[in-house]
Each structure stands twice: as structure tokens, then as C-alpha cells.
């Protein structure tokens, strides 16, 4: 949350509505403080993400599980990760092109993260939507004939 007290990102939330999901009553406390003023609305603790999922255009978060739940719905994606389990999810992320990795949020310093949200400002629409297709190819419901199929490609 420090990232955004000192309003450096000002230009990026003006005029524009913003759902946060947060895990604690303290953490909704903290970013509704440092982010007064902006069109602002904190869900803690949902049952589900699925209808703040349908409702966003843009969807930052975490490298883990629910980067899927947001690929299956088609969601453009700002990951980050904060686990070391989530390392290898945003190798491939990176690699298979499904999104947009800041990296380890835990490591990096404001510049750093800064000179990575410049990046991600400056992306293209066409590279957004091919990002979104691999997605949808990645998702498609067909796991298990998908994996046949790489199985039998690798094979020979």
C-alpha cells in the first residue's frame, strides 16, 4: 500500500471506479486512508471473486491459483508474487506471454516498481488482446486434450 501514499499513480486511478479485495479489516482501513478521495470500493473476505471478476477491465494480483480464476473469465492481468511457491507461475506467465509480471513484490524498491507500471502503461491494445487469446487457449476446457496433445507433440 506504501506504493501508492505518495500519489505517484494519481493520473492512473483519476476518473476511473476501483474494487479492491483485501484479507483483513485492518488492511481495508489502511487503503481506504492512503487512498481517500479516488472512487474507491473494498470487498474483505468474499465468498467469491467471480462477480468483481465480471464487473473489471483490469485485475491486479498475486501470482497464485486465482491468476487462473481470472484468466477463465478473460481478465488482463498485473501480477506480482508474493510467495516463492508463485516464483515458477510467473516464469510462465512471462514466458507463455498470459500477462503482465512486475515481479517479486517482495524485493523490489519503488523505483523499481515504478519503472514496471510504466511498462505495463505503455503496452499496446493488440499486445493486450494476444496476451488474452493465449489465455483463452491456455483455459479452454479441453485440459485433458490439450495435455494429450502436447504429450504426443513432445513424444515425436
Given at each position: 500500500f506504501e506504493l501508492f501514499s505518495?500519489?505517484?499513480?494519481?493520473?492512473?486511478?483519476d476518473n476511473k471506479k476501483i474494487e479492491w479485495v483485501v484479507s483483513s479489516d485492518e488492511e481495508q482501513k489502511i487503503l481506504q486512508a492512503i487512498l481517500y478521495g479516488y472512487k474507491l470500493k473494498t470487498h474483505v473476505?468474499?465468498?467469491?471473486?467471480?462477480?468483481?471478476?465480471?464487473?473489471?477491465d483490469l485485475f491486479v494480483g498475486a501470482c497464485g491459483v486465482?491468476?487462473?480464476e481470472r484468466a477463465c473469465v478473460g481478465l488482463w492481468q498485473l501480477n506480482f508474487w508474493v510467495a516463492d511457491n508463485q516464483s515458477e507461475i510467473a516464469e510462465t506467465i512471462e514466458k507463455?506471454?498470459?500477462g503482465f509480471v512486475i515481479g517479486d513484490i517482495r524485493k523490489l524498491d519503488s523505483k523499481e516498481i515504478n519503472q514496471e507500471l510504466n511498462k505495463f502503461l505503455k503496452l499496446k491494445k493488440e499486445t493486450i488482446f494476444q496476451s488474452i487469446e493465449r489465455v483463452f487457449k491456455q483455459v479452454d476446457g479441453l485440459g485433458?486434450?490439450?495435455?494429450?496433445?502436447?504429450?504426443?507433440?513432445?513424444?515425436?
Amino acid at each position: 500500500f506504501e506504493l501508492f501514499s505518495k500519489r505517484k499513480y494519481k493520473y492512473f486511478f483519476d476518473n476511473k471506479k476501483i474494487e479492491w479485495v483485501v484479507s483483513s479489516d485492518e488492511e481495508q482501513k489502511i487503503l481506504q486512508a492512503i487512498l481517500y478521495g479516488y472512487k474507491l470500493k473494498t470487498h474483505v473476505r468474499l465468498p467469491s471473486l467471480l462477480p468483481v471478476y465480471q464487473s473489471s477491465d483490469l485485475f491486479v494480483g498475486a501470482c497464485g491459483v486465482a491468476f487462473l480464476e481470472r484468466a477463465c473469465v478473460g481478465l488482463w492481468q498485473l501480477n506480482f508474487w508474493v510467495a516463492d511457491n508463485q516464483s515458477e507461475i510467473a516464469e510462465t506467465i512471462e514466458k507463455e506471454e498470459l500477462g503482465f509480471v512486475i515481479g517479486d513484490i517482495r524485493k523490489l524498491d519503488s523505483k523499481e516498481i515504478n519503472q514496471e507500471l510504466n511498462k505495463f502503461l505503455k503496452l499496446k491494445k493488440e499486445t493486450i488482446f494476444q496476451s488474452i487469446e493465449r489465455v483463452f487457449k491456455q483455459v479452454d476446457g479441453l485440459g485433458a486434450n490439450n495435455f494429450l496433445k502436447k504429450c504426443l507433440e513432445v513424444l515425436g
